[in-house]
Nanobody, 128 residues
Framework: QVQLVESGGGLVQAGGSLRLSCAPSGRTFSLYVMSWFRQAPGEEREFVAGVRLNDGSTVYIDSVKGRFAISRDNTKNMVYLEMNNLKPEDTANYYC?????????????????????WGQGTQVTVSS
């Protein structure tokens, strides 16, 4: 099994920045993709960004392209989400998730079913 722990959320003004961190533990050798999803109150959980761990290639939803960057540090076994120019509509609970080897098209990575482990979430609130 894999356990995921997120950190780095908080309250920030519009235009500000935050960096979320995700620390996987357990059977991490089995991981192939890691992503961030978010869920705002009353909304469905949505894919934000994902990284393929073998080559570091990334996928983003259109609304965060150019503002968010997902990265992995294989030496520290960490995944990060750097969020810049934050907007009030980015307010949500952000979840780190991880999946085993399998399809890695953008559509597959945006699917809940692609992932086997989820963190507890970290709240990001952006004030206007």
């Amino acid at each position: 099994q894999v356990q995921l722990v997120e950190s780095g959320g908080g309250l920030v003004q519009a235009g500000g920045s935050l960096r979320l961190s995700c620390a996987p533990s357990g059977r991490t050798f089995s991981l192939y993709v890691m992503s961030w999803f978010r869920q705002a109150p009353g909304e469905e959980r949505e894919f934000v960004a994902g990284v393929r761990l073998n080559d570091g290639s990334t996928v983003y939803i259109d609304s965060v392209k150019g503002r968010f960057a997902i990265s992995r540090d294989n030496t520290k076994n960490m995944v990060y989400l750097e969020m810049n120019n934050l907007k009030p509509e980015d307010t949500a609970n952000y979840y780190c998730t991880a999946g085993p080897p399998g399809p890695t098209s953008p559509q597959d990575m945006a699917s809940w079913g692609r992932y086997a482990a989820w963190g507890q979430g970290t709240q990001v609130t952006v004030s206007s």
